[in-house]
């Protein structure tokens, strides 16, 4: 009985003597910083300060000598100091006391990757500093310990770090309904961890599947919020030995954290393209019209206004929900901005973009340069001195009058003897083109009368009936169709009251900047409404408080912006003809908007393989080519600044303080222990 009980203990001691080893030993975790050993802050861990004992302690610039060190699971380890990533300050190179980052006492900094730090006498990080890094005993001539071991708390914050702490939760291959066939856009879907962690991280795809090296790789995006959404241009490969279709599966991982990745949960098969169409229309599959997989929309030009050919011209294929079929589409990319009666050129700086905005003055900070050069240039607007009396930047023949355009139009107003004379939502009143608000809310008709579509007056057989049509056709003489009934409007606005911004003619409620919504928003844009006046603004979001839209659920062509919450993705809302919205502004086909997507084409190279001493981690240096328009932002400048960085190496990071002579030697005592034991054992029973 004794003896088991010497030999459980004994073993028991051993195994606690195995933990204290190091094996367990506390390490930061991703995009985390923690006062530990030397030992223990290697391969993918970096130091940024030594310290001569865990608490209490005098410190020392990295790399240093001191055993303990504050350590850091996020960047390559760069310690130059840029004047604005100082943790603390010393009063030496090493031996020495320390104070916070904004002291003035000492001079010796010790600084870290891209951290902004400041110091707290709270017990926890404040929201926009949420790095845990050191405490000191006071803000000045300090000791130095642990987060948790003095009062002066230094925290800081890291968009590094922040991306190292993203990890993905899910990834999976968006797959439209059909077959998806070959050169058809897929779409694949990436959630993070959260927002907080991931938003502007990079994620990086791999696509597999079949021969490996001819697959054409996706180009990486950053998170918006915890969702990236990347886009593979789909390729056919034949199954094994030509029999069948090959299935492909695609891992996302994030830039800045390599290990953080995920497979994709379902897979995707590719199909030859056997598919056969002539122009657009003749797509019956959306995903197939979408991406254009036949390569007709060159074809599919309606008008020869409309030029396919040409450079500035960028023609698709868009499938619409709505009709359920596919359309023609087309943007033009170079034409100069032309501004409607009332209106000025103003310039987004933001977006570095154009726009009409009514008004002769312009929102604060958009108002356009002037050189004064006496020519009207096509980036300046009514607000300047050299547009003054001319047309450059005004539609129709317009001239700009008092710092908008002004005077007669060339053409005057848009005649017509029927709706079908009218761009697509108009109608034709007494001879004239506008644009019915296509709204009954908030409009007052007559006694006896009530509202069709903005319209006041009577169903063809009265109040209490109603006649189904199409078109004026169907209707007897004297009603009109009407939101597919035969209605009688009247012709006079006595007693009819509408909603602002829009007024009454003939009975009918309409928008008061006709001009505006007879030709929709352009690419890029949405509808927005200052002061009862509508324009189209660059983006996906409009002016405070000038949102376009009135909230009653349905998308209506000229009341309704692509950022009201009644527009959903794939409405024309108030879009020029052929764009639709998609994000909240007016776009096109999703292969022409994806145009307009900035990425970040990676090209690494290994300088230290996993063989190469010391062992455990190989060195990656990397480098990006920015593929878009957007060129700012932290997804940007990481890109095109490349870096260095240390990846773990599969099922080879090694053990802190523990390496393999040390586990030798531990078995080895293990082994003489056990065979003491047999021995004393074998003596005994001899006896």
Same mark, same amino acid.
């Given at each position: 009985?004794?003896?088991?009980? =010497?030999?459980?203990? =004994?073993?028991?001691?051993?195994?606690?003597?195995?933990?204290?080893?190091?094996?367990?030993?506390?390490?930061?975790?991703?995009?985390?910083?923690?006062? /530990?050993?030397?030992?223990?802050?290697?391969?993918?861990?970096?130091?940024?300060?030594?310290?001569?004992?865990?608490?209490?302690?005098?410190?020392?610039?990295?790399?240093?000598?001191?055993?303990?060190?504050?350590?850091?699971?996020?960047?390559?380890?760069?310690?130059?100091?840029?004047?604005?990533?100082?943790?603390? $300050?010393?009063?030496?190179?090493?031996?020495?006391?320390?104070?916070?980052?904004?002291? @003035?006492?000492?001079?010796?900094?010790?600084?870290?990757?891209?951290?902004?730090?400041?110091?707290?006498?709270?017990?926890?990080?404040?929201?926009?500093?949420?790095?845990?890094?050191?405490?000191? @005993?006071?803000?000045?001539?300090?000791?130095?310990?642990?987060?948790?071991?003095?009062?002066?708390?230094?925290?800081?914050?890291?968009?590094?770090?922040?991306?190292?702490?993203?990890?993905?939760?899910?990834?999976?291959?968006?797959?439209?309904?059909?077959?998806?066939?070959?050169?058809?856009?897929?779409?694949?879907?990436?959630?993070?961890?959260?927002?907080?962690?991931?938003?502007?991280?990079?994620?990086?795809?791999?696509?597999?599947?079949? +021969?490996?090296?001819?697959?054409?790789?996706?180009?990486?995006?950053?998170?918006?919020?915890?969702?990236?959404?990347?886009?593979?241009?789909?390729?056919?490969?034949?199954?094994?030995?030509?029999?069948?279709?090959?299935?492909?599966?695609?891992?996302?991982?994030?830039?800045? /954290?390599?290990?953080?990745?995920?497979?994709?949960?379902?897979?995707?098969?590719?199909?030859?393209?056997?598919?056969?169409?002539?122009?657009?229309?003749?797509?019956?599959?959306?995903?197939?019209?979408?991406? +254009?997989?036949?390569?007709?929309?060159?074809?599919?030009?309606?008008?020869?206004?409309?030029?396919?050919?040409?450079?500035?011209?960028?023609?698709?294929?868009?499938?619409?929900?709505?009709?359920?079929?596919?359309?023609?589409?087309?943007?033009?990319?170079?034409?100069?901005? $032309?501004?409607? $009666?009332?209106?000025?050129?103003?310039?987004?700086?933001?977006?570095?973009?154009?726009?009409?905005?009514?008004? /002769?003055?312009?929102?604060?900070?958009? @108002?356009?340069?002037?050189?004064?050069?006496?020519?009207?240039?096509?980036?300046?607007?009514?607000?300047?001195?050299?547009?003054?009396?001319?047309?450059?930047?005004?539609?129709? !023949?317009?001239?700009?009058?008092?710092?908008?355009?002004?005077?007669?139009?060339?053409?005057?107003?848009?005649?017509?003897?029927?709706?079908?004379?009218?761009?697509?939502?108009?109608?034709?009143?007494?001879?004239?083109?506008?644009?019915?608000?296509?709204?009954?809310?908030?409009?007052?008709?007559?006694?006896?009368?009530?509202?069709?579509?903005?319209?006041?007056?009577?169903?063809?057989?009265?109040?209490? !009936?109603?006649?189904?049509?199409?078109?004026?056709?169907?209707?007897?003489?004297?009603?009109?169709?009407?939101?597919?009934?035969?209605?009688?409007?009247?012709?006079?606005?006595?007693?009819?009251?509408?909603?602002?911004?829009?007024?009454?003619?003939?009975? &009918?409620?309409?928008?008061?900047?006709?001009?505006?919504?007879?030709?929709?928003?352009?690419?890029?844009?949405?509808?927005?409404?200052?002061?009862?006046?509508?324009?189209?603004?660059?983006?996906?979001?409009?002016?405070?408080?000038?949102?376009?839209?009135?909230?009653?659920?349905?998308?209506?062509?000229?009341?309704?912006?692509?950022?009201?919450?009644?527009?959903?993705?794939?409405?024309?809302?108030?879009?020029?003809?052929?764009?639709y919205c998609i994000n909240e502004r007016c776009s096109s086909v999703l292969p022409l908007a994806n145009l307009n997507l900035s990425n970040c084409?990676?090209?690494? &190279? =290994?300088?230290?393989?996993?063989?190469?001493?010391?062992?455990?981690?190989?060195?990656?240096?990397?480098?990006?080519?920015?593929?878009?328009?957007?060129?700012?932002?932290?997804?940007?400048?990481?890109?095109?600044?490349?870096?260095?960085?240390?990846?773990?190496?599969?099922?080879?990071?090694?053990?802190?303080f523990f390496d393999y002579l040390q586990m030798i030697i531990t078995l080895v005592v293990i082994a003489g222990i056990y065979v003491s034991l047999?021995?004393?054992?074998k003596i005994k029973k001899k006896k």
């Amino acid at each position: 009985m004794k003896r088991g009980m =010497i030999k459980r203990s =004994i073993f028991a001691l051993v195994v606690f003597t195995f933990l204290l080893s190091g094996v367990f030993a506390a390490l930061p975790d991703s995009g985390k910083c923690i006062v /530990n050993t030397r030992a223990e802050c290697t391969g993918n861990y970096h130091i940024v300060m030594g310290l001569s004992s865990p608490t209490s302690a005098h410190g020392e610039v990295a790399p240093g000598a001191y055993n303990n060190v504050l350590c850091c699971a996020f960047g390559t380890g760069t310690t130059t100091c840029s004047g604005l990533n100082t943790v603390i $300050k010393l009063s030496a190179p090493s031996n020495a006391h320390a104070e916070i980052a904004n002291g @003035t006492a000492y001079s010796t900094r010790v600084c870290y990757e891209d951290l902004s730090c400041t110091s707290t006498t709270s017990s926890t990080c404040p929201e926009n500093n949420p790095i845990q890094m050191l405490s000191l @005993t006071s803000t000045t001539n300090a000791h130095i310990g642990a987060f948790a071991d003095y009062p002066v708390k230094i925290c800081c914050s890291s968009a590094i770090a922040q991306m190292a702490s993203c990890t993905i939760n899910s990834a999976l291959w968006v797959i439209p309904s059909g077959d998806v066939i070959e050169g058809q856009n897929v779409e694949m879907l990436v959630t993070g961890s959260s927002s907080a962690d991931c938003n502007d991280a990079l994620v990086v795809f791999d696509v597999r599947g079949g +021969d490996y090296n001819s697959i054409i790789q996706p180009m990486s995006v950053p998170f918006n919020g915890n969702t990236a959404r990347g886009v593979w241009t789909a390729q056919h490969q034949a199954g094994f030995l030509g029999i069948g279709d090959v299935s492909y599966t695609f891992n996302a991982s994030i830039f800045m /954290n390599p290990g953080a990745s995920r497979l994709s949960s379902n897979t995707l098969t590719v199909k030859e393209n056997h598919i056969v169409v002539n122009v657009c229309s003749d797509y019956t599959v959306p995903g197939q019209c979408n991406s +254009d997989v036949a390569n007709v929309a060159d074809d599919s030009s309606p008008s020869t206004d409309i030029d396919c050919s040409s450079e500035s011209t960028l023609c698709g294929c868009v499938w619409n929900t709505a009709q359920t079929r596919c359309e023609f589409s087309y943007t033009r990319i170079d034409e100069p901005l $032309k501004c409607d $009666k009332g209106e000025t050129k103003c310039y987004d700086t933001q977006t570095e973009t154009s726009y009409c905005y009514p008004g /002769n003055t312009c929102p604060s900070g958009d @108002t356009p340069s002037c050189n004064s050069d006496g020519i009207c240039d096509t980036e300046e607007g009514c607000t300047c001195s050299d547009c003054n009396g001319r047309t450059d930047t005004c539609s129709g !023949g317009l001239t700009c009058s008092g710092g908008s355009c002004g005077g007669t139009t060339t053409t005057g107003n848009v005649t017509c003897t029927e709706d079908e004379d009218c761009e697509m939502g108009q109608n034709c009143i007494l001879g004239i083109c506008h644009m019915p608000i296509h709204t009954c809310e908030d409009v007052t008709c007559p006694a006896g009368q009530y509202c069709r579509d903005g319209t006041c007056g009577v169903n063809q057989t009265g109040t209490n !009936g109603s006649v189904t049509c199409i078109g004026d056709g169907d209707c007897a003489s004297g009603n009109e169709c009407i939101a597919g009934i035969c209605f009688n409007p009247v012709d006079s606005c006595t007693g009819v009251s509408c909603p602002s911004p829009s007024v009454c003619i003939s009975g &009918t409620c309409v928008n008061n900047n006709g001009s505006l919504v007879t030709d929709g928003c352009d690419y890029g844009y949405t509808l927005c409404n200052a002061v009862g006046l509508f324009f189209c603004y660059p983006g996906n979001t409009c002016p405070s408080g000038e949102t376009a839209g009135n909230n009653n659920g349905v998308c209506e062509f000229g009341f309704d912006g692509c950022s009201s919450s009644d527009c959903e993705d794939s409405d024309r809302d108030t879009c020029k003809q052929g764009l639709y919205c998609i994000n909240e502004r007016c776009s096109s086909v999703l292969p022409l908007a994806n145009l307009n997507l900035s990425n970040c084409r990676i090209t690494q &190279t =290994i300088e230290k393989d996993c063989n190469t001493e010391p062992t455990g981690y190989r060195t990656i240096t990397w480098s990006g080519v920015w593929m878009g328009n957007i060129t700012s932002g932290a997804a940007y400048s990481r890109c095109i600044a490349g870096g260095t960085d240390n990846v773990p190496c599969p099922a080879e990071i090694q053990l802190p303080f523990f390496d393999y002579l040390q586990m030798i030697i531990t078995l080895v005592v293990i082994a003489g222990i056990y065979v003491s034991l047999v021995l004393k054992s074998k003596i005994k029973k001899k006896k």
